[in-house]
């Protein structure tokens, strides 16, 4: 069981490198995949790093953070896409939450909401 905040994944557009926690291994290669895509293109259209962590509570949050001389990082432009991207995939990133509570905090999942019902 997992106690404390759980990176998911790392897109950074200053290495232009990709990062799956290895522990979720085992999500299915489309859920890896749409993942990968989600985060390389807002860096690749925003700048800066994205992480996905989840919190103490299982919660998925987005984080970002710029190198302090990078002119070219969106700031609003990352708030906005953010927003966006919450909306477009909020399926998935339910899932993810429910994943994670499951396999990764022990909850029941007869106790759990499950999204879209």
């Known amino acids: 069981m997992y106690e404390g905040r759980v990176v998911l994944s790392v897109s950074n557009a200053y290495e232009q490198k990709y990062y799956l926690n290895e522990d979720f291994g085992g999500l299915p290669k489309t859920i890896q995949d749409e993942l990968k895509i989600m985060c390389v293109l807002y860096t690749e259209d925003v700048g800066g790093i994205l992480s996905l962590v989840f919190e103490e509570d299982g919660t998925l949050v987005f984080e970002t953070n710029s190198d302090e001389g990078d002119l070219l990082y ?27 509570k499951v396999f990764f905090m022990g909850e029941d999942p007869g106790k759990l909401i499950v999204p879209g019902y």
Do not use: R, T
């Not at 990352?78 to 909306?87: D, G, P, R």
């Not at 995939?89 to 939450?97: D, G, R, V």
């Open 74 to 100: 969106d700031e609003i432009g990352s708030v906005l896409l953010i927003k966006k991207l919450q909306e477009e995939k909020k399926e998935l990133l339910e899932s993810l939450e429910l994943y994670f």
